[in-house]
């Protein structure tokens, strides 16, 4: 059979991708072009900022994709793209760039949710089995997502209000982290202990929903107290305090889900997956379910990235969901909730 | 040569084909600004209407800026990765030079402006020249009231305002005419006949819209920091 090679465009938020992908899971090139230094400078990605940069970076990323994967248009069978959710101005680069190249090598043009790409960077690990259930945590989106079968994707859960990452940035922000926090709240976590028990938010309730802005209040509130009497609280076992009550209620809730929602596969994905913390508790709880497989994204393609795109992409390509000329971006794209949720 | 060429920086939005010379096919539209949804499919359906494969192209002309934001970014993108892909030539426009290319007169004025709100104007001062619009003041972010200054040592000779001159008809001196009917709009057709007479691009990987003013994050930053390199914020990973 001849193989299938996909060229897979990703600008949704802060970095420029572009990769070309064979089969749907072997990645040939995943070229990123990553703006975090710029935003740093503000304290987190400035839309405006962001969309100029992606413009700066797209010819450079096309050509370096094709060169690493050795590839020409004429190898390719279709040209993938995440068409939202993210930031408008950010994700028409990405669209727009993708509609010329597949336009002008008369190509297929699939579009992609940016949520099913993160998911599917666990393709990358091994094919994906069904039924599946995925917890998709990152800096913009915190949700279970049940698939029960290829290419279909039903939210039965989600956060009510902060996403995990973004509750991340925020405590790293007060204790002087600069944005993006996670990587180094994680690694402090490991050093620390839980000594100010915060509160785990809808734990014991009987939904997959979560809630973190009342964490992040209680932290922000007791960094501040102590700031104002002249404590000076340890930052480690604040971070370790903040990160158990975040996995906790992430690790109960996908267990919950789990009970209600036999699957052959639980998949962790989006930024938020590459903390050690979560791949930890998880792999732990996952170990006492053995009809379960835990497939964790690889820690490089948690982030955002083109590869993941090509995989999920991929799934349409088989089932001929193209794409128009008139693609356009869809900032608040999301995917349906499940008809009925069982609890 | 076959040439495309777009302009999408404000409300209407024009494309045109052309062959050397001659105007193959040309529309232009105010009725949406949905650029990123009906750009394409109105390219494909002129060229297809010239018996034209993307693949014949052999030069992107685009007005790429000042405008809208988000319009010269479509644009510019849309004509950057299609020349990039196609590896054909690629040559921007100003925008604003872009409503001028609507006068022939020879010596006549034309001052086009885009309203950027709050009584700031994106704006340049041109005069036709050999029948081309030649810049007499550069474009530029700038008050109403001081481009109006400017103004004020041509307050001898009539000068043509067009674009978004019609936004402030009582504050505008009266030496200026305001430009009617289709002189009212881009006309890609125009920009494509000129745009081949410009030498292309060089190096399309740097080629961006021409924005003429820094987001407010990156102009508060600047102040604060003068002696930052801000050229090398994008990394590979």
Redesign the interface.
């Not at chain 1, 413009?55 to 450079?60: C, D, N, R, S, V």
């Not at chain 1, 336009?103 to 008369?106: E, G």
């Not at chain 1, 128009?324 to 971006?329: C, E, I």
């Given at each position: 059979m001849k193989r299938n090679l996909m060229m897979a465009f990703e600008s949704s938020c802060d970095e420029?991708s572009v990769a070309i992908i064979e089969n749907g899971a072997k990645i040939l090139s995943n070229?990123?072009?990553?703006?975090?230094?710029?935003h740093k400078?503000?304290g987190g990605v400035?839309p405006?900022?962001a969309?100029?940069?992606h413009?700066?970076?797209?010819?450079?990323c096309?050509?370096?994709a094709m060169q690493e994967a050795n590839v020409t248009?004429d190898d390719l069978d279709a040209v993938a793209v995440t068409y939202g959710p993210g930031l408008v101005?950010a994700l028409?680069?990405g669209?727009?760039?993708a509609?010329?190249?597949a336009?002008?090598?008369?190509l297929p043009l699939i579009p992609v949710n940016h949520l099913a790409g993160h998911i599917y960077a666990a393709r990358f690990v091994e094919p994906i089995e069904f039924p599946a259930l995925a917890l998709v945590v990152s800096g913009g989106h915190t949700e279970l997502v049940y698939m029960p079968k290829e290419g279909e994707f039903q939210i039965i859960g989600e956060t009510r209000d902060d996403a995990a990452g973004e509750a991340y940035d925020k405590v790293g922000r007060v204790m002087g982290i600069n944005y993006p926090a996670g990587p180094t709240v994680d690694a402090m976590a490991a050093k620390g202990n839980d000594t100010f028990d915060f509160p785990r938010a809808m734990d014991k309730d009987a939904n997959y929903d979560f809630s973190f802005s009342g964490l992040k209040s209680a932290f922000i509130n007791t960094y501040h107290h102590a700031e104002q009497v002249g404590n000076k609280l340890n930052h480690d076992d604040l971070a370790t305090s903040f990160q158990n009550a975040v996995v906790d209620v992430l690790v109960d809730k996908t267990l919950r889900a789990l009970k209600n929602y036999p699957v052959k596969q639980l998949i962790l994905a989006g930024g938020v997956a590459a903390n050690n913390g979560l791949r930890t508790r998880l792999s732990a709880a996952i170990d006492q379910l053995p009809a379960t497989q835990l497939i964790m994204a690889p820690r490089k393609l948690c982030g955002d990235n083109a590869a993941m795109i090509g995989a999920a992409g991929y799934v349409l390509f088989k089932e001929g969901h193209f794409a128009?000329?008139?693609?356009?971006?869809d900032p608040s794209l999301e995917f349906d909730w499940a008809p009925d949720v069982i609890q | 040569m076959k040439v495309l060429a777009l302009d999408a920086s404000n409300r209407p939005l024009s494309i045109a084909v052309l062959e050397d010379r001659q105007i193959l096919a040309t529309t232009t539209t105010t009725t949406h600004q949905k650029h990123a949804q009906f750009l394409l499919p109105i390219i494909d359906g002129l060229m297809k209407d010239c018996g034209l494969k993307p693949a014949d192209l052999d030069r992107v002309v685009v007005a790429y800026g000042p405008g809208s934001y988000t319009g010269i970014r479509i644009a510019t993108a849309t004509a950057k990765v299609l020349a990039f892909t196609l590896g054909i030539q690629l040559v921007g426009v100003s925008s604003l030079q872009t409503l001028a290319l609507n006068f022939t007169r020879e010596r006549q004025l034309i001052s086009p402006m885009f309203d950027a709100r709050n009584q700031n104007l994106f704006a340049g001062l041109y005069r036709i020249k050999d029948g081309k619009p030649t810049v007499v003041i550069p474009d530029q972010h700038v008050e109403l009231s001081r481009w109006l200054t400017k103004l004020a040592s041509y307050k001898d000779e009539s000068i043509i305002g067009v674009g978004d001159a019609d936004h402030f008809p009582d504050q505008l001196p009266a030496n200026f005419t305001m430009a009617e009917n289709l002189n009212k709009l881009p006309q890609a057709a125009n920009l494509g006949l000129f745009g081949q007479t410009l030498p292309a691009v060089q190096d399309i990987d740097s080629f961006v819209p021409n924005y003429l003013r820094l987001t407010k994050a990156e102009a508060d930053w600047q102040k604060l920091h003068p002696e930052e390199d801000s050229s090398s914020y994008v990394e590979k990973v």
């Open positions: 420029t070229v990123v072009a990553t703006q975090i230094k710029s400078r503000f400035v405006e900022v969309s100029r940069h413009i700066e970076e797209i010819t450079i096309i050509r370096d248009y101005g028409l680069i669209v727009t760039a509609k010329m190249v336009w002008a090598h008369q128009g000329l008139d693609l356009n971006a | -």
